[in-house]
């Protein structure tokens, strides 16, 4: 119990710690941050109108020192209320993290543990079997982890897109459909969705398998490993019931670190496929200068990795026990 | 420590052995092999206490994995045989020949063991529950989780632990708890062979009287036979029935324990002895035994003890000594005020006649000199004894 | 209970130096007998040596003039851009920037990792639980929409400040698995040895701590590079920084741009990337050596030689 209040309290601290480093963001920029944005709005052509009132309440400028101005800040947040962004004015910040974050999440979540559970159990045999295949196919697999996302979506744009028309090009889904949730569009997601997706599970899958296949190994050569295979217990049973079960815990904890990542990584091979997730938004915002909608999306994935990780940590909590011990 | 169990009930007087490891030899493979386990013969006796001892890296712990078929890569073994003969009669089973599922089920059900440190052998993410049913199902998958229950209650009320502690984990078992815990899963199937390996060394002094105790009040109540495996001479010699020394891989001594702790013919098993402070004696300075023991990776010429041996002389470094009866009854031994003498005594101990006594040693497989038949109680000095 | 004189040496952890030493000499045998290590090794060496020397062969990797969009051919073996630039000149140039920036936030943040990680754990009380939450947070919070903005806010571009703004991110993975190791290690008897008998504690943790721990932070250091490069490709990619530096990534952001996809002008991207990817293998197939040098169970299978004729007439009288 003291296990999962200890996290919930983490968690709370680190989300206060990226809410506070996004206040900071904006005013990294030398001199009044509202007043340069509107001169470089300014030379995309004209702001909209009553945006630099915007911006000094966004900002909390209006108010006095800095703290006051934090506070603010704090209260807006909690609210959820971003302001409006200046782009794609007048819509809410939060109605454009809508309807682009879910895109974003259900491409994320299904290839993060597609590829976890692929490549631990791939890593899981490759260490239990000890073959000169297995063993050898670790090293292309190595070769996809260094690969960069971005470039193997390229690649299989390329391949599946441009050469053979497999699959499309661009977006989350047909432009022409309505979402809504008939079968023609959610094909039509899926079959959008699959290029990222399988870039992303493709680029993963090495890693889970290396770290699961080292894991493996190490703790075959244990000591409680060996005394079951003496009891004369079946080996399936001793994979999976010994071995593995304490071999995955470490892949567990990185499963957690790693989803910071593979955000980071997703949000360039969103600008691949034009997909519109949130990586998406955030590209357009800075291409715009649209600090109300950085902002927002900034907190928003900060939110939804920390939760992610919450999640798995309590998790990690159910399965090894020894997190219950009294300290 | 004297156990207050009595032992001698299952002293055997017959030889109905029940298992056989024959020209058994073990090696670590590698870029350079080592032989740890050289041609070792050995048997064990229905319901007796075996002893091996021996020091760190002599073999004992290996030879106690060939003898039950778990060595591990890149341990293998390279010769020899290990047949079991089941007290219920019929052929004896050759383990080298049993097929995976066969060795399977017969892993456990026969033999068992008793690993030293038992505390890394539990699963630390499973209930012990769930260890014992593993191990209940892997032998007769037809019984109920009652059964299984009910099965590991009473074994861990066997060997002193609450029952309640079986939804329990290891980490919340203390490391004596927990070796009992090993030691109530290695008798679980009933087998009728069990091998403990160091079963106490990680533990301390008081746990170990008591959970050796514990062993033999169990051995009392169901008769299997135990190899016990420790470097502690003195806890063995009190312990076992019949005891083997082992040396660089191969088997120096076996004898009665009672015996051998008296007067023992081997040099090495003189040197451990003396090596032993007395708890309760006269003060005396602590003799050790000089020198390393022999590097397995090469071969050994001649005697594996020679090179420490204070009673070496000629044939020890050309010939292999064979574990054979002791035909002398001489027997030597240091001079503790000086050092470079070498006495040589009769033995106290009419080893010829005690059948069980095997030595591998030149001192003991020719007659007595003639410096020895001519001062027939009287101890002689001499610096090495020539022998024709 | 008792125990004898004699026991079979055991390998503990001595005295610094000596570790030092037999550290190289394992670790050149190692290399030998390790034949992915020493793949990555050469593949590395190989990308260095390009950087190094690669202007002396090729022609100046910015200048225009070649004919535009054309595939690989004998005079431009890699063919060209949408303007008209030679794709291997550009490769070959680009190896050293990127080399610099890898290898450079992997330098910067290793260094903060030990110092924060090692040193946090070895003083230990609240000033370790402190930096350890902060390294925590660090960790937690998603890295590239954290560059992305900072690097945007701080349009200035140039090397120098991206080195460090990926530095500044990445730190955090390396210091948490040292700080562990450093934990394990301080209540070892060596270290508790060499603090009673009055070494300085700056001089225990240099001389006693940090050779036993040199394995992890080269590891460490390695995966830094690597997340180094990709995250720079990555936001070369996006065009955040300096767009005419002459990276590989850059070199994707132009083909990106130019729309090289729709006229399939494979040869002007597909190389960077291999790059990119061949020298992160490079750099990860030497971690794995170091892997199998610190865990030999990690081996690869080699056949064992069982029957050995050394023991042949041994025993049974010779």
Same mark, same amino acid.
């Given at each position: ?327 | ?202 533990? %301390?002094?008081?746990?170990? $009287?008591?959970? *050796?105790?514990? +062993?033999? !009040?169990?051995?009392?109540? =169901?008769? &299997?036979? #135990? ?50 402070? %007395?708890?309760?004696?006269? $003060?005396?300075? *602590?003799?050790? +035994?000089? !020198?390393?023991?022999?590097? =397995?990776? &090469?071969? #050994? ?88 | ?318």
């Amino acid at each position: 119990m003291k296990y999962f209040i200890r996290k919930l309290g983490f968690y709370l601290v680190a989300l206060w710690g990226a809410v506070t480093i996004n206040f900071f963001l904006p005013r990294l920029i030398p001199g009044n941050p509202a007043e340069a944005l509107m001169s470089r709005m300014a030379l995309n052509g004209s702001a909209p109108p009553g945006e630099y009132k915007i911006l000094l309440r966004l900002f909390g400028l209006d108010k006095g020192n800095i703290v006051t101005q934090y506070w603010s800040y704090l209260v807006q947040i909690s609210h959820f209320n971003f302001g409006v962004s200046a782009t794609q004015f007048p819509t809410p910040v939060t109605s454009i993290i809508y309807h682009s974050l879910p895109w974003t999440l259900m491409l994320i979540g299904t290839s993060t543990v597609l590829s976890f559970v692929i490549g631990t159990g791939l890593g899981a045999l490759a260490g239990w079997k000890r073959n000169r295949f297995l063993d050898a196919i670790v090293p292309a697999t190595t070769f996809l982890t260094a690969t960069p996302y971005f470039w193997l979506a390229l690649l299989f744009l390329y391949f599946f897109g441009v050469i053979n028309h497999f699959f499309p090009l661009n977006g989350a889904y047909d432009p022409t459909l309505n979402p809504t949730w008939n079968w023609t569009f959610v094909s039509s997601a899926i079959q959008h969705a699959f290029l990222p997706g399988l870039t992303l599970v493709v680029a993963q899958l090495g890693g889970w398998l290396l770290s699961m296949r080292n894991m493996t190994l190490t703790t075959l050569s244990e000591d409680f490993v060996w005394t079951a295979e003496a009891k004369g217990i079946a080996p399936r049973r001793i994979l999976l019931g010994y071995a593995a079960r304490n071999a995955i815990l470490p892949s567990v904890t990185g499963f957690a670190i790693s989803l910071g990542f593979v955000v980071s990584g997703s949000i360039v091979m969103e600008m691949v496929f034009s997909y519109q997730g949130i990586g998406y938004q955030l590209l357009q915002a800075v291409q715009g200068d649209d600090y109300s909608l950085m902002q927002g999306i900034f907190f928003f994935i900060s939110l939804a990795v920390l939760l992610a990780n919450l999640m798995v940590d309590l998790l990690y909590g159910f399965i090894d026990p020894r997190t219950r011990q009294a300290r | 420590m004297k156990l207050e169990t009595e032992v001698d009930q299952h002293v055997s007087t017959s030889h109905d052995v029940v298992l056989r490891a024959r020209n058994v030899t073990v090696e670590y493979g590698g870029e350079m092999p080592t032989r740890a386990v050289r041609n070792v013969s050995i048997d064990l006796r229905r319901g007796e206490i075996l002893g091996i001892a021996g020091e760190s890296g002599c073999g004992k712990s290996t030879l106690a994995f060939a003898l039950t078929r778990l060595l591990r890569p890149p341990a293998t073994m390279v010769g020899g045989t290990v047949e079991f003969l089941p007290s219920s009669g019929g052929a004896p089973i050759d383990l080298m020949a049993l097929g995976p599922r066969e060795l399977r089920a017969f892993r456990w059900s026969k033999i068992s063991m008793v690993f030293q440190a038992a505390m890394n052998s539990l699963n630390p993410v499973t209930s012990l529950r769930r260890q014992f049913s593993d191990m209940f199902l892997a032998h007769d998958p037809s019984m109920t989780s009652d059964e299984c229950e009910q099965r590991s209650c009473e074994l861990l009320e066997m060997v002193g632990i609450k029952s309640e502690r079986l939804n329990g984990f290891a980490f919340e078992l203390s490391g004596g708890m927990r070796q009992r815990v090993g030691i109530a899963m290695a008798l679980a199937l009933r087998p009728e062979v069990v091998i403990m390996d160091e079963p106490t060394t990680a533990l %301390d002094v008081v746990v170990q $009287r008591d959970i *050796l105790e514990e +062993i033999f !009040g169990i051995r009392e109540q =169901l008769g &299997f036979s #135990i190899i016990f495996i420790t470097h502690d001479l003195p806890m063995l010699v009190e312990v076992s029935d019949r005891l083997a020394i082992m040396y660089a891989g191969e088997i120096v001594e076996t004898a009665p324990s009672t015996l051998i702790g008296d007067d023992p013919a081997h040099p090495y098993t003189m040197g451990l002895q003396n090596s032993c402070p %007395d708890l309760r004696g006269e $003060r005396a300075p *602590l003799v050790g +035994i000089p !020198g390393s023991p022999p590097d =397995l990776r &090469f071969r #050994i010429k001649g005697c594996s003890f020679a090179p420490r041996c204070a009673f070496a002389f000629a044939p020890c470094h050309e010939v292999h000594p064979l574990l054979t009866t002791p035909m002398g009854s001489v027997r030597g031994v240091v001079d503790a005020g000086n050092p470079s003498l070498v006495k040589i005594r009769p033995s106290s101990v009419d080893r010829l006649a005690v059948d069980e006594w095997r030595v591998a040693c030149h001192l003991h497989d020719a007659l007595p000199s003639e410096a020895e038949m001519s001062h027939d109680s009287e101890e002689v000095a001499v610096t090495g004894v020539e022998r024709s | 209970m008792t125990t004898f004189a004699q026991t079979v040496g055991t390998s503990s952890p001595t005295s610094g130096s000596k570790r030092i030493r037999s550290r190289i000499r394992n670790g050149w045998g190692t290399l030998r007998r390790s034949p992915r290590m020493f793949t990555g090794v050469i593949i590395i060496a190989l990308f260095v040596l390009v950087a190094i020397y690669g202007a002396l062969f090729v022609h100046d990797a910015n200048s225009f003039g070649a004919p535009i969009l054309r595939g690989p051919s004998l005079h431009y073996p890699l063919g060209t851009t949408q303007l008209g630039q030679n794709v291997l000149s550009q490769l070959i140039g680009s190896t050293g920037p990127t080399l610099e920036v890898g290898f450079g936030a992997g330098l910067i943040a290793t260094f903060l990792a030990v110092a924060i990680g090692i040193g946090g754990a070895f003083i230990g009380g609240k000033s370790d639980e402190l930096l350890n939450v902060f390294t925590n947070i660090i960790l937690v919070i998603p890295v590239m929409p954290l560059v992305i903005v900072v690097a945007s806010v701080l349009k200035a571009g140039g090397i120098g400040p991206m080195i460090l703004v990926i530095a500044f991110t990445s730190w955090a993975g390396t210091a948490r698995i040292l700080r562990s190791l450093t934990l394990s290690m301080r209540s070892r008897d060596y270290i508790l040895a060499s603090k009673v008998s009055g070494e300085k504690t700056w001089r225990v943790v240099i001389v006693e701590l940090l050779p036993n721990t040199v394995a992890f932070v080269v590891s460490g250091f390695i995966f830094t590079v690597i997340f180094a490069i990709l995250t720079q490709a990555g936001l070369a990619f996006l065009g955040v920084g300096n767009t005419s530096a002459l990276t590989w990534g850059n070199m994707l952001y132009w083909a990106q741009n130019d729309g090289v996809l729709q006229v399939g002008g494979w040869w002007w991207f597909v190389p960077p990337g291999l790059c990119i990817a061949m020298l992160g293998t490079g750099l990860a197939l030497i971690n794995f050596g170091l892997d199998e040098m610190l865990n030999p169970r990690l081996r690869s299978l080699r056949p064992v030689r069982t029957v050995s004729h050394e023991f042949d007439g041994e025993s049974a009288g010779n």
